[in-house]
């Protein structure tokens, strides 16, 4: 893969294969994903759509001694204000010397559209110089700027002469993709292109033979654990407690990282990725341009994910037995943890909507612990989650709506499935509460849901919100649904217009 050449990335509707509108059955889903057949899905109807500017912008304002630009109206930043407050919490867990997030905006006008967004730039990049010192500039294109055809990479190019900090453009239009996860690829571009060069050494520092000798062995067990937005710090540490227990060096990156992070990434010995969806495009890039070889398959939620998590890492480095005496142990452990718990779950009926790999990977463990998943739902699935979901047990009798959003959909699929419990993303847990159903996070980022510590943390917080889920059965007796009752005599996935042929292949 090489597209860092090229001044912004193809978005994911060009470079996968993806789509975010379907309904219908798993292996349907599958078979036509390895068909190459789902590009094409769309809905007649749509009710909601995400921006990618806005996706980037939660992997961007995590990084350290970083100033973000919003280059555009100000409208597109102002996500940047509900999530300042968590964004420095949780910089100060990493750091306690940690900035909160920094973010101006060019603040276009329709004068800039007709003269040109250039000078906007050229202003805020010197006040973000003079007044922060940031060692990292991130200026984030938007909509109208790439509409008018303003030069951004040329003018930072210009620009970089004149100022320490050093300038990344990030190109993360929103109207260019409907596939917001094209967000990934967006901020991973700007960090190839500008961030990742290998650092200087100090050429004066002579290393006697032994500390040369500790500091190659160093390196050949340093490993890149690439983290994503929606993980909590309690999951880092889990995951590097599991890589620490191989012997294995850990650099966390690229969220909540210091940019001199960026730097050593390039030395390690080997990328391991937690999402394919995340970050594929990130390591096959620094495979090609470093030499560094990664890990992709999955994600280590529920045990069986972490098992395999953990053993194809083990492989690379010849670990093979300590990982599996490790697993053994773990998993042993975990299972007594577990079993107060199981009959509380038994039989319980679990819809669970996510990222196509969380949501997956979460439907395995909501198994493992007993329960019987009904229903998934996924923002956008592409290729990544093939072999996840060709592996999920019952998934010949499990429904999958893939949907960025559409909560008419998930309403109608509340009313039709019934589930006893629902996990999801914080935008859709409000709208799951308003038919009575306990809810619980499907990810947040103070809790663990990571490795095997992450298996018993859910399964502790699942056992106490179904002891007592009075507060949502009461919220929907006094709420009103917002949909016509027609609708829920439909079929949930009447508006996606592929429908009528995946129907047409079970
Ligand atoms: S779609 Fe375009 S204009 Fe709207 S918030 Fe996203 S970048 Fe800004």
């Known amino acids: 893969m090489d597209y860092i050449k090229e001044k912004t990335p193809p978005v994911r509707e060009d470079r996968l294969r993806v789509c975010n509108a379907y309904g219908g059955s798993c292996p349907v889903l599958v078979k036509q994903s390895r068909k190459g057949c789902i590009n094409g899905l769309r809905r007649s109807f749509s009710q909601?759509?995400?921006c990618q500017l806005n996706l980037?912008?939660?992997s961007l304002n995590t990084f350290r001694d970083t100033v973000i630009i919003v280059h555009g109206p100000v409208g597109c930043g102002g996500s940047n204000v509900s999530s300042a407050g968590s964004v420095k919490t949780f910089k100060k867990l990493r750091d306690p010397q940690a900035q909160g997030l920094i973010w101006l905006s060019t603040n276009l006008g329709e004068a800039d559209v007709i003269r040109g967004g250039e000078t906007a730039v050229q202003e805020a990049v010197f006040y973000a110089?003079?007044?922060?010192?940031?060692e990292i500039i991130m200026v984030v294109n938007s909509c109208v700027p790439a509409l008018i055809g303003d030069d951004l990479d040329g003018l930072l190019a210009e620009l970089q002469p004149q100022v320490h900090a050093r300038l990344a453009p990030v190109h993360c239009e929103?109207?260019?993709s409907r596939i917001m996860a094209s967000a990934y690829d967006a901020v991973y571009h700007g960090i190839l292109r500008n961030l990742t060069a290998p650092p200087e050494r100090d050429k004066s520092v002579i290393l006697d033979e032994t500390e040369e000798f500790r500091c190659k062995l160093r390196k050949s067990r340093t490993v890149n654990l690439l983290n994503v937005s929606s993980m909590s710090r309690a999951d880092e540490l889990e995951l590097s407690r599991l890589l620490q227990a191989l012997g294995l060096t850990v650099n966390i990156l690229p969220h909540f990282a210091h940019p001199e992070q960026f730097k050593e990434a390039t030395e390690a010995a080997l990328n391991i990725s937690i999402c394919a969806t995340h970050d594929d495009y990130f390591v096959e890039h620094l495979r090609d341009l470093f030499g560094i070889p990664f890990i992709l398959n999955t994600i280590p939620i529920g045990v069986k994910n972490t098992n395999k998590w953990?053993?194809?890492?083990?492989?690379?480095?010849?670990?093979e037995e300590q990982a599996k005496q490790l697993i053994s142990r773990e998993n042993a452990e975990l299972e007594e943890a577990i079993a107060p718990f199981r009959p509380q779950f038994q039989g319980k009926r679990v819809l669970a909507c996510a990222g196509e790999i969380r949501v997956i990977a979460t439907a395995e463990m909501l198994q493992y612990l007993g329960m019987e998943v009904i229903g998934l739902r996924a923002y956008h699935y592409d290729q990544f989650a093939d072999n996840l979901l060709d592996d999920l047990a019952n998934r010949e009798k499990i429904p999958i709506n893939v949907a960025t959003g559409q909560p008419f959909e998930q309403a109608n699929l509340i009313e039709k499935l019934k589930p006893d419990v629902y996990l999801g993303?914080?935008?859709?847990?409000g709208w799951a509460a308003r038919h009575?159903?306990?809810v619980l996070p499907i990810f947040q980022q103070s809790n663990n849901y990571m490795g095997y510590n992450g298996t018993f943390e859910v399964a502790r917080r699942l056992a106490r919100i179904l002891r007592n889920p009075a507060f949502n059965r009461n919220l929907s007796q006094n709420n009103d649904q917002p949909y016509f009752d027609h609708w829920f005599k439909e079929e949930p996935f009447s508006y996606i217009d592929g429908n009528v042929i995946l129907e047409g292949d079970r």
């Open 48 to 50: 909601t759509q995400g």
């Open 129 to 134: 110089e003079q007044e922060f010192r940031p």
């Open 174 to 176: 929103g109207f260019k």
């Open 436 to 438: 009575g159903l306990p």
């Open 56 to 58: 980037s912008l939660a």
């Open 310 to 319: 953990i053993l194809d890492i083990a492989g690379h480095f010849g670990l």
């Open 425 to 429: 993303h914080v935008n859709n847990n």
